[in-house]
Antibody
Framework: EVQLLESGGALGQPGGSLRLSCAAS????????MGWVRQPPGKGLEWVAA????????YYGDSVKGRFTISRDNSKNTLYLQINSLRAEDTAIFFCARMMRMAGPGSHYFDYWGQGTPVTVSS | QSVLTQPPSVSGAPGQSVTISCTGS?????????VHWYQQLPGTAPKVLIYRNINRPSGVPDRFSGSKSGTSASLAITGLQAEDESDYYC???????????FGGGTKLTVL
């Protein structure tokens, strides 16, 4: 059974940092592209970052470029998201998800999701 | 403002059918990128409902179907049931942004 278990969500201060983790099991993590998607309270889904299976290709949404860093440790089956310079608008549930690629570049969809970890930014 | 446009809400009575539209542009759906659909029940993670425009994962009822044409895609739900009441999101890829993009979401109410 595929499981994605996020952790690290917390109350953070504006300008501060948080590191989210996502422990994966039930599939070959080292062969899977992975991503983070966030959802502010009462709002829709926003893709945040993606990383290829070997970490060689990394992509970010415009709203987080320069502040967020996605990484992975395939030996630990774990995905990470480092969030720096926290802003109030980063308040959201952060989901990690496996990105299944069925065809050419950009054909990914998010086939398995974790339950999410909440990040709240407030002073 | 989402790159993919969905109606904020749709509704229908049990047994009826509804369609949710997802309108993009020449840099995403119109460029040939696949459209995928997700269902998000309150307080839960999204679940993929349709992938690559028309495909249903195992376990998804055939009451759910997807289509794509030009710069738009649609999710059709037939034989509405109370448990279909949920938020629905479309998703694609945008080559101008080099980003995976979601629609703003549509809340389905079963009357």
């Amino acid at each position: 059974e595929v499981q994605l278990l996020e952790s690290g969500g917390a109350l953070g201060q504006p300008g501060g940092s948080l590191r989210l983790s996502c422990a994966a099991s039930g599939f070959t993590f080292s062969s899977s592209d992975m991503g983070w998607v966030r959802q502010p309270p009462g709002k829709g889904l926003e893709w945040v970052a993606a990383i290829s299976s070997n970490g060689g290709h990394i992509y970010y949404g415009d709203s987080v470029k320069g502040r967020f860093t996605i990484s992975r440790d395939n030996s630990k089956n774990t995905l990470y998201l480092q969030i720096n310079s926290l802003r109030a608008e980063d308040t959201a549930i952060f989901f990690c998800a496996r990105m299944m690629r069925m065809a050419g570049p950009g054909s990914h969809y998010f086939d398995y999701w974790g339950q999410g970890t909440p990040v709240t930014v407030s002073s | 403002q989402s790159v993919l446009t969905q109606p904020p809400s749709v509704s229908g009575a049990p047994g009826q059918s509804v369609t949710i539209s997802c309108t993009g542009s020449s840099s995403n759906i119109g460029a040939g990128y696949d459209v995928h659909w997700y269902q998000q029940l309150p307080g839960t993670a999204p679940k993929v409902l349709i992938y690559r425009n028309i495909n249903r994962p195992s376990g998804v009822p055939d009451r759910f179907s997807g289509s794509k044409s030009g710069t738009s895609a649609s999710l059709a739900i037939t034989g509405l049931q109370a448990e279909d009441e949920s938020d629905y999101y479309c998703q694609s890829f945008d080559s101008s942004l080099t980003a995976w993009v979601f629609g703003g979401g549509t809340k389905l109410t079963v009357l």
